[in-house]
């Protein structure tokens, strides 16, 4: 397919269009004036369909997450708390190297994919760890699932906290290489990696 986009990409375009009706679908994409829930229901489904590629079924987003630590070869701890400034704690579902005081890396991990207060909470547990992390201290944070359309003041509020730098990232599983790179980056700087990815 690659050579056949490079070599004959007219001839692509016009297979595309014929059989799919290419032109029209992307201008009616274009000309859409999209919403906020519009942009999280793309997001949704095509994360749905990128993990269906590369993850099996079943396995949720804590496991996505663990793994990429795994991966990286970092040492962690899953469900802990880790201890800010001041000695204030707050829970995390990931801490490296390990939770409470040692903890420089925390993670929430936070996939629903049905609605409720459980999101609520979530979100002030994110937000918890915004208060108290140290200034030495990464704060991630990994979203996903259906749960979240429904909430979206709930899913704001996190997002703002990433926009002010409260926290240093915000992905969902479709941008878990994005995590990678830049929990790399973060255990590099800490002296956990020798490299980054």
């Known amino acids: 397919m690659g050579e056949l986009a490079r070599d004959q990409a ?32 793309e997001r949704h489904l095509w994360s749905r369909r990128q993990g269906a590629q590369s993850v099996g079924r079943g396995r949720s987003v804590e496991d996505e997450v ?8 970092l040492p962690y701890v899953m469900r802990t708390r880790f201890e800010g400034r001041g000695g204030e704690t707050a829970p995390c579902d990931l ?15 936070k996939g629903f994919n049905s609605t409720g207060s459980k999101l609520t909470d979530a979100v002030g547990e994110i937000e918890r760890m915004a ?13 996903d699932g259906i749960g979240w359309l429904s909430r979206q003041a709930d899913l704001k509020r996190i997002y703002n906290l990433w926009q002010s730098n409260q926290i240093d990232g915000l992905y969902t ?18 002296g956990f990696l020798n490299g980054s990815v």
Do not use: C
Not at 66 to 73: F, G, Y
Not at 131 to 143: H, L
Not at 173 to 189: G, I, P, Q, Y
């Open 10 to 41: 007219d001839e692509l375009i016009w297979v595309l269009d014929e059989r799919f009706d290419l032109i029209n679908q992307l201008n009616k994409e274009l000309l859409k004036e999209w919403t906020f829930s519009d942009v999280l229901l």
């Open 66 to 73: 663990e793994n990429v630590a795994s991966s990286l070869q």
């Open 95 to 109: 801490a490296i190297p390990a939770g409470g005081p040692d903890a420089m890396i925390a993670v929430a991990i």
């Open 131 to 143: 208060t108290v992390r140290r200034p030495s201290q990464y704060v991630f944070v990994v979203v």
């Open 173 to 190: 599983l479709s941008h878990l290489d994005v995590f990678k790179r830049e929990l790399s980056t973060a255990a590099t700087r800490l």
